[in-house]
């Protein structure tokens, strides 16, 4: 079944298809487990309990690839790693990964929830597959079914393991449909802003108010921030959650995890909705939250190794709060016109005229 030169059932990807799902639908259109399968084909047999998706095994695409009769560069592209330079700048497959939800197990079952589902998506698919983007905590809805998306079952709540299931649209855990969960209608603001998102990433570039990024990551750089910033637990993210859930609306609470990545849907699509409020008309509704919230550049910040161009721009415009000092040419200036006008220059002369604005 598994011999000669493609796989009796060798299907090519799905629209935006995820390279787990695509493994999953290969096995299970030849007839096998997707132990039994892996085995076979990767000598692997316990593969898809790994995140595949994030960290690809070597030699894997290149088998899909030539058994499936798929192009190498297709295959790339159901990995996580092909987000490189649209998502972010550099893909790193071990460790934190910007954007990436985590999906940890212990004993080979999932105890991180890290794989999102639509349950009207996979209802609707003439083959149900799960998508690359449900993977990513940019997604907290369906853009196409406007609901808030799920990351666990609706009859026991264990986490979504297809690999372990019979079929990619049932629980691996107690066999029950995914299909049948209850859908909550998503936020309007938070559902364009992830049409608006899923366009940036698909053409790779952006434009915020006036600025133009011409690498999407560098716009997705400062998305994560300020949704960083709103999901964070110190009080000047409740601070300026409050200023836009009273001026715009919105949630005012969110959750006790502040990780985006490690956020479920319903908390991630709070913060997605107070996102998509404080970026309309960029940077003036951002800057007068802020202000009115008190956060300052450092608490927007929150110790940022690499801040994004133009978030440090409108920081340093609008909200620097460093001291003013004079030029020696303004300090001589107004030391003349002390003597001119008779004044001895001392310390508490020149702090009055000029800090206090008391030249004439």
């Not at 796989?7 to 096998?32: C, F, I, M």
């Not at 550099?90 to 999102?116: A, D, E, M, N, Y």
């Not at 716009?219 to 200023?243: E, I, K, T, W």
Request: glycine share 8%.
């Amino acid at each position: 079944m598994l011999s000669g030169r493609y796989w009796l059932y060798h299907p090519k990807p799905q629209q935006d298809e995820s390279l787990y799902s695509w493994v999953l639908r290969t096995a299970q259109g030849n007839g096998l487990r997707s132990y039994s399968f892996c085995q076979l084909a990767f000598q692997r047999g316990r593969l898809l309990g790994q995140d595949i998706d994030r960290s690809v095994p070597e030699g894997m695409l290149a088998v899909m690839a030539s058994k499936t009769a798929t192009p190498y560069r297709r295959a790339f592209e159901t990995t996580l790693a092909s987000y490189e330079g649209w998502l972010v700048e550099k893909w790193q497959p071990l460790g934190r990964t910007k954007w990436v939800l985590h999906s940890g197990s212990r004993h080979r079952i999932r105890r991180v929830h890290g794989f999102q589902f639509c349950p009207l998506c996979l209802r609707e698919d003439a083959t149900p597959y799960l998508r690359r983007t449900w993977r990513l905590a940019l997604w907290s809805c369906c853009p196409r079914h406007g609901c808030i998306m799920h990351d666990a079952c609706p009859h026991c709540g264990a986490a979504l393991m297809a690999h372990r299931a019979e079929a990619i649209e049932r629980c691996g855990a107690c066999d029950g449909t995914l299909t049948s969960a209850l859908t909550l209608q998503a936020d309007f603001g938070a559902l364009v802003l992830q049409q608006r998102t899923s366009a940036i990433l698909a053409r790779g570039w952006a434009m915020l108010g006036d600025a133009t990024f011409v690498r999407s990551h560098l716009y997705f750089d400062l998305l994560h921030q300020v949704m960083r910033l709103l999901a964070s637990r110190r009080a000047a993210g409740g601070r300026l959650r409050s200023v836009i859930a009273t001026t715009w609306g919105g949630p005012s609470e969110v959750s006790e995890e502040s990780e985006l990545e490690r956020m479920g849907p319903i908390p991630r699509h709070a913060v997605a909705a107070l996102t998509s409020r404080l970026l309309e008309g960029w940077p003036w509704r951002f800057v007068g939250a802020c202000l009115e919230a008190g956060v300052t550049r450092s608490r927007v910040l929150m110790d940022l190794k690499e801040v994004p161009y133009e978030l440090d721009r409108t920081l340093r415009q609008f909200m620097d709060r460093k001291s003013y000092e004079p030029s020696d040419g303004e300090v001589a200036a107004v030391v003349a016109y002390l003597r001119r006008n008779g004044i001895r220059p001392s310390t508490r002369s020149l702090h009055r005229y000029v800090w206090g604005g008391g030249v004439p």
